[in-house]
């Protein structure tokens, strides 16, 4: 087998090529392709306690595995929406406040045992997502509000000042930044019966002990804390 021939049979094996001049081409279009960053949404069952929840609609969250935008600084829940806590149901107010939702869905759960729930979504692209659920999942038997605001991980704290934190009796911080937030706005709480918080730790139980309320425990949903 001549020289020649051997170039032309590995050409075809491992370079699949018509000609130099295509190979040429897609070589250097490798070179300075640049791929469109996106988000990606998927639409998913719901489920609570590891049981899939026939009687709730599929809904739209962020599919972190396959978006390559960066979203680090996004201001957004951390709480997977089979995390969100059904037993919030039970849960009984006038008028709740939800910080960072988990897609809508905490929400719904809290407008079960409350008049008004008002979702907060400081990212226009979750806050898309969550009213598309919350419109899945509908909505009729409670009023459902809306505050729009835009920040970051990095601004939050300026921006939550502008919410009137005093009408709402229940108040869900879905942020991880929820220690940082309820040191910014307890002063101006004191209609707060019920906080719902992602997740706690001791010293958070302390400050909230000693500011007034009790930690109450559930195995199988969220805990929360009420005032005494």
Not at 97 to 123: A, F, N, R
């Amino acid at each position: 087998m001549s020289a020649d021939e051997v170039v032309i049979k590995r050409r075809k094996t491992a370079e699949p090529y018509e000609c130099d001049a295509d190979r040429e081409y897609w070589l250097e279009r490798k070179r300075t392709f640049v791929p469109v960053k996106r988000l990606m949404c998927v639409k998913r069952p719901v489920y609570c306690n590891s049981l899939k929840m026939d009687d709730l609609p599929w809904l739209w969250q962020i599919d972190k595995r396959e978006t390559s935008i960066d979203i680090s600084d996004w201001e957004k829940t951390e709480t997977p929406q089979n995390q969100s806590g059904a037993t919030m149901k039970r849960l009984k107010g006038n008028h709740a406040i939800d910080y960072c939702s988990t897609y809508g869905l905490s929400s719904w759960y809290l407008g079960h045992g409350h008049k008004t729930v008002t979702t907060v979504e400081p990212t226009l692209d979750i806050r898309r997502l969550a009213k598309a659920n919350l419109k899945r999942l509908k909505t009729n038997f409670y009023e459902q509000k809306f505050i729009d605001i835009d920040c970051t991980k990095n601004t939050l704290m300026n921006i939550i000042k502008n919410i009137k934190w005093s009408i709402y009796d229940t108040i869900r911080l879905g942020s991880p930044a929820f220690n940082e937030m309820y040191d910014a706005i307890k002063k101006d709480i004191s209609k707060c019966e019920t906080l719902i918080v992602p997740t706690t730790n001791d010293y958070f139980i302390d400050k909230m002990n000693n500011d007034g309320f009790d930690y109450l425990t559930n195995p199988k949903g969220v805990d929360y804390f009420v005032r005494r």
